[in-house]
């Protein structure tokens, strides 16, 4: 159903944005990766995934926070690949800290990173949606687009933004065949949430052990993390026919924290 259509995920180098760019491609989905990393892992990763699915697989590591480089990667994809059908906006980082003294320069990064770079990389791929009738816009946002947790100021007000730019577009292109939809994951255990257990840690005055337990799966019901397979499991649902009426919302993958 999806063989031989192209997707862009941004940020698709390590954690959830690998996960659906590997869901995508075994679903015969063309891949543009983009993200950071060591440039010669990042080759063995694209390489493999066009060997082991069979599909055309790019990188570009346009910076998230640059519309420039935003734009830039967005034209060279569509000169490469013929056009973006299936947009993924899901790079995003974090920084923990208490407003009060919360870095000026993180705010700023995280803002660009984690919301602007979704309007960037999504006015630049209408066009060629709107020409095919079709497209598929996903942004990850986060149980933190719906409910706020203390000391992610930054990271919860762009997610936010995120959701609210999400109805927005939707309802513009409601009737071109484009579905624009918010996947709000709980947590997942990628490098993006081990690298805040220790800040977490100090900003409460806890032990790590008791940040996972106390903090991040306290949130969760089900008290087990969110995995990537599922996220690319409801990626490529949205992507589906069944999901083409499905527009302007967000689906929940957070073992029922938001039920709270
Ligand atoms: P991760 O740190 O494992 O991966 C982040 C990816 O974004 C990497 O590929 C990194 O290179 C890339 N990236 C970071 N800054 C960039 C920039 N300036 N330009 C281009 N690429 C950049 O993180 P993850 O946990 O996989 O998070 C992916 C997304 O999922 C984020 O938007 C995050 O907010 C969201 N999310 C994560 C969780 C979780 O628990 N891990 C929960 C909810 C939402």
Request: proline fraction near 3%.
């Amino acid at each position: 159903m999806l063989k031989g259509k192209n997707a862009l995920v941004t940020g698709s180098t390590s954690g959830i944005g690998l996960g659906i760019a590997e869901g995508l491609a075994a679903q015969g989905v063309n891949l543009v990766l983009n993200g950071f990393g060591d440039a010669k892992e990042i080759e063995t990763l694209r390489a493999g995934l066009a060997t082991k699915f069979g599909v055309k697989v790019l990188y570009d590591g346009a910076d998230m926070s640059k519309a420039d480089q935003i734009e830039a990667m967005m034209h060279k994809a569509e000169k490469d690949l013929g056009g973006i059908d299936i947009l993924v906006n899901n790079a995003g980082i974090q920084h923990v800290a208490p407003v009060d003294e919360f870095p000026v320069n993180k705010w700023d990064a995280i803002i660009a990173i984690n919301m602007s770079s979704t309007f960037h990389t999504t006015r630049c791929a209408l066009a060629y949606m709107k020409k095919q009738g079709w497209g598929r816009i996903i942004n990850i946002a986060s149980a933190h687009a719906l409910v706020a947790s203390p000391f992610k100021s930054a990271y919860v007000a762009a997610k936010h933004g995120v959701m609210g730019f999400t109805k927005t577009v939707a309802l513009e292109v409601a009737e071109k065949g484009i579905t624009v939809n918010a996947i709000c994951p709980g947590y997942v255990l990628t490098p993006l949430v081990e690298k805040q257990i220790p800040d977490t840690a100090k900003a409460r005055g806890i032990t790590e052990e008791q940040v996972k337990r106390d903090v991040l799966l306290a949130a969760q019901p089900t008290k087990k993390f969110v995995t990537v397979e599922e996220l690319a499991g409801t990626t490529i649902f949205l992507c589906s026919d069944a999901a083409a009426s499905i527009t302007g919302t967000n689906i929940s993958v957070e073992g029922g924290w938001t039920a709270h």
